[in-house]
């Protein structure tokens, strides 16, 4: 890891996260003794493959973290505002043009509102 961040400019300090049982996070941290350095290894380095893994770089103090994927929940109801958003749409246009849509017997839509 040091030999590939300090590429970017001189470290200060370069170290792989760990939890109080000394276990692996699977995160590091790398001070740079310049910001432009810094800058340059989130430029080179965000978004790119290691050991079949994408890397995520940021600044420790930048309080912008990369955006999480939106859960499927969320999704859903976005799909679900949408669906009903274009029924009112549609609904609007066709008491725009006087068009009817009534259901027979079968509760199956007919055009014009021609009851069967």
């Known amino acids: 890891m040091?030999?590939?961040?300090?590429?970017?400019?001189p470290l200060?300090?370069?170290?792989?996260d760990t939890n109080e049982h000394g276990q692996y996070l699977g995160t590091a941290t790398v001070i740079y003794?310049?910001?432009?350095?810094?800058?340059?290894?989130?430029?080179?380095?965000?978004?790119?493959?290691l050991?079949?893994?994408v890397m995520r770089v940021f600044f420790a103090d930048d309080h912008k973290r990369p955006e999480q994927p939106k859960p499927l929940q969320t999704l859903n109801q976005q799909r679900f505002?949408?669906?009903?958003?274009?029924?009112?749409?549609?609904?609007?246009k066709m008491r725009k043009t006087g068009a009817r849509i009534s259901k027979n017997k079968d509760n199956k839509p007919t055009p014009g509102g021609q009851q069967t």
């Open 12 to 16: 200060i300090q370069a170290r792989f």
């Open 81 to 92: 505002a949408a669906a009903k958003k274009a029924r009112r749409e549609k609904a609007l």
């Open 51 to 53: 050991d079949n893994r």
């Open 2 to 9: 040091k030999k590939l961040f300090s590429k970017c400019g």
């Open 33 to 49: 003794q310049k910001a432009s350095a810094a800058l340059r290894a989130v430029t080179d380095y965000n978004g790119a493959s």
